[in-house]
């Protein structure tokens, strides 16, 4: 049986404010916690900050709306806030900013992966598998400070349900943010669920970007802050891909209506998949929550453009963020397009050897990286600590890696730090030997 959002009546408005205590949640325990409840947990934060910053854009720019709609729009606001708090902080403080981190990547990685399969556009697909494949390098260079910082392993966050291993090289991801731009999707075409899928992606997206930007700088490791900021910025290119495929011709009262739909399909989703008893408790009272703003938005939406809403968002719900281990998908797009960059006709994609020398985004490259770039650093230091890269993946990936990291790198605008080849192979080597020197002693 499909469900309609539009056909439920929702909490009303006027009972949605919450007290102190009901808004400040009881964290989870990071040792207790499945690794999907955390994802989901920073992805429904990311959606509440789109979702509260978009009332305010609303009431910034509208002029044509009454006041009564305008307090409605606001009061929605401030609910999304409530929500925020809640969301982010089920979040221990216990955890730590790296570890938090490694869940920011495995949210973009196992998300993206999600979404690039149930995409109906396919241009928007390969955008989704674009970014996937910069997000899982992300992953593995954060990995290495965890492991060297905190001697955390991945799976103490990522609980064996997502790779960690080389993905394109963090530094081969600045780019001429001219072409970053994609084409955008035509509104009167697209499926409601390619718009919902690009809102979805783009939240976390921005999420991200935040947390990096507000957290980067509480390590005082020099080379871990400017991994932050090198990463914090592929972030800045990931909001501005992803905000690119949508439509700019869409109305402030679409817009409305789709994040309402989009918060209503993830808290959906959330409370069909969570484990968690006390979590599942808040996915339920948000959703319900969040069809109380879409009858609002629907009504707002038919009063001013004197349209169906089913016109923008149909008539059943969608599924914008189901977690699950992606390994087999995300490792089919590695191996294939681990080379691929933006094209400089700044629409579509080429592989490395194909880009022609005066490529845009070389010059950013050049600039960004002339001493040297920390994502390459943070290998190289890494070496003291374990001998190699902290990696985790089945033998078969783990066998392929030196392959991929030649197949992913390019030889114009590299860093003069970068890990080349030859290099890893032989910390692979060293690695291999001294390991089994210490069992011989033990
Ligand atoms: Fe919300
Ligand atoms: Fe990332
Ligand atoms: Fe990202
Ligand atoms: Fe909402």
């Given at each position: 049986?499909?469900?309609?959002?539009?056909?439920?009546?929702?909490?009303?408005?006027?009972?949605?404010?919450?007290?102190?205590?009901?808004?400040?949640?009881?964290?989870y325990?990071?040792?207790?916690v499945d690794c999907y409840t955390r994802t989901r947990q920073i992805?429904?934060?990311?959606?509440?900050?789109?979702?509260?910053?978009?009332?305010?854009?609303?009431?910034?720019?509208?002029?044509?709306?009454?006041?009564?709609?305008?307090?409605?729009?606001?009061?929605?606001?401030?609910?999304?806030?409530?929500?925020?708090?809640?969301?982010?902080?089920?979040?221990?403080?216990?955890?730590?900013?790296?570890?938090?981190?490694?869940g920011?990547?495995q949210?973009?990685?196992?998300?993206?992966?999600?979404?690039?399969?149930?995409?109906?556009?396919?241009?928007?697909?390969?955008?989704?598998?674009?970014?996937?494949?910069?997000?899982?390098?992300?992953?593995?260079?954060?990995?290495?400070?965890?492991?060297?910082?905190?001697?955390?392993?991945?799976?103490?966050i990522?609980?064996?349900?997502?790779?960690?291993?080389?993905?394109?090289?963090?530094?081969?991801?600045?780019?001429?943010?001219?072409?970053?731009?994609?084409?955008?999707?035509?509104?009167?075409?697209?499926?409601?669920?390619?718009?919902?899928?690009?809102?979805?992606?783009?939240?976390?997206?921005?999420?991200?970007?935040?947390?990096?930007?507000?957290?980067?700088?509480?390590?005082?490791?020099?080379?871990?802050?400017?991994?932050?900021?090198?990463?914090?910025?592929?972030?800045?290119?990931?909001?501005?891909?992803?905000?690119?495929?949508?439509?700019?011709?869409?109305?402030?009262?679409?817009?409305?209506?789709?994040?309402?739909?989009?918060?209503?399909?993830?808290?959906?989703?959330?409370?069909?998949?969570?484990?968690?008893?006390?979590?599942?408790?808040?996915?339920?009272?948000?959703?319900?929550?969040?069809?109380?703003?879409?009858?609002?938005?629907?009504?707002?939406?038919?009063?001013?453009?004197?349209?169906?809403?089913?016109?923008?968002?149909?008539?059943?719900?969608?599924?914008?963020?189901?977690?699950?281990?992606?390994?087999?998908?995300?490792?089919?797009?590695?191996?294939?397009?681990?080379?691929?960059?933006?094209?400089?006709?700044?629409?579509?994609?080429?592989?490395?050897?194909?880009?022609?020398?005066?490529?845009?985004?070389?010059?950013?490259?050049?600039?960004?990286?002339?001493?040297?770039?920390?994502?390459?650093?943070?290998?190289?230091?890494?070496?003291?600590?374990?001998?190699?890269?902290?990696?985790?993946?089945?033998?078969?990936?783990?066998?392929?890696?030196?392959?991929?990291?030649?197949?992913?790198?390019?030889?114009?605008?590299?860093?003069?730090?970068?890990?080349?080849?030859?290099?890893?192979?032989?910390?692979?080597?060293?690695?291999?030997?001294?390991?089994?020197?210490?069992?011989?002693?033990?």
């Open positions: 049986m499909t469900f309609n959002p539009l056909k439920e009546k929702g909490m009303p408005l006027e009972k949605q404010l919450r007290n102190w205590h009901q808004i400040v949640a009881k964290p325990k990071k040792q207790k992805l429904m934060n990311g959606i509440e900050v789109e979702g509260w910053g978009f009332k305010h854009q609303f009431n910034r720019f509208m002029t044509d709306i009454d006041g009564e709609d305008r307090a409605d729009i606001s009061r929605i606001g401030r609910i999304e806030n409530q929500q925020q708090m809640t969301c982010n902080w089920l979040c221990p403080e216990d955890q730590s900013v790296l570890e938090t981190t490694l920011y990547e949210v973009a990685v196992d998300l993206t992966a999600w979404l690039a399969q149930n995409e109906p556009d396919k241009y928007v697909k390969e955008t989704f598998n674009f970014g996937l494949l910069e997000d899982f390098d992300h992953l593995y260079r954060y990995a290495q400070f965890a492991y060297m910082r905190e001697g955390i392993e991945p799976d103490d990522v609980q064996g349900q997502t790779d960690v291993i080389l993905g394109r090289p963090t530094q081969h991801h600045h780019n001429c943010n001219g072409l970053r731009l994609r084409k955008h999707y035509d509104k009167m075409k697209a499926a409601p669920q390619t718009k919902v899928n690009i809102l979805t992606v783009l939240s976390g997206e921005q999420q991200t970007h935040n947390f990096y930007a507000e957290h980067g700088f509480m390590y005082g490791d020099h080379v871990l802050r400017e991994t932050y900021a090198e990463i914090k910025d592929v972030e800045e290119e990931h909001v501005t891909m992803y905000e690119s495929l949508i439509d700019p011709a869409e109305t402030m009262y679409e817009k409305l209506l789709l994040h309402e739909f989009t918060e209503v399909c993830n808290y959906y989703t959330c409370l069909k998949d969570e484990v968690d008893n006390e979590i599942k408790k808040y996915w339920e009272i948000f959703l319900d929550m969040e069809i109380g703003h879409l009858q609002i938005a629907a009504d707002i939406f038919k009063k001013y453009e004197k349209r169906d809403p089913e016109e923008i968002i149909g008539s059943e719900i969608i599924i914008p963020c189901r977690f699950k281990n992606q390994k087999a998908y995300v490792q089919k797009i590695l191996e294939k397009e681990i080379n691929k960059r933006l094209a400089p006709d700044g629409e579509y994609y080429n592989s490395v050897d194909e880009i022609p020398n005066d490529w845009a985004s070389y010059k950013v490259q050049e600039r960004v990286a002339e001493i040297s770039a920390p994502s390459e650093n943070c290998i190289n230091v890494v070496e003291f600590y374990h001998d190699r890269d902290i990696v985790e993946a089945s033998d078969e990936l783990k066998d392929k890696e030196i392959s991929l990291l030649e197949k992913g790198l390019q030889v114009k605008a590299s860093a003069q730090n970068t890990v080349l080849p030859d290099k890893l192979e032989n910390m692979i080597k060293k690695h291999e030997q001294r390991k089994e020197m210490k069992e011989k002693i033990i």
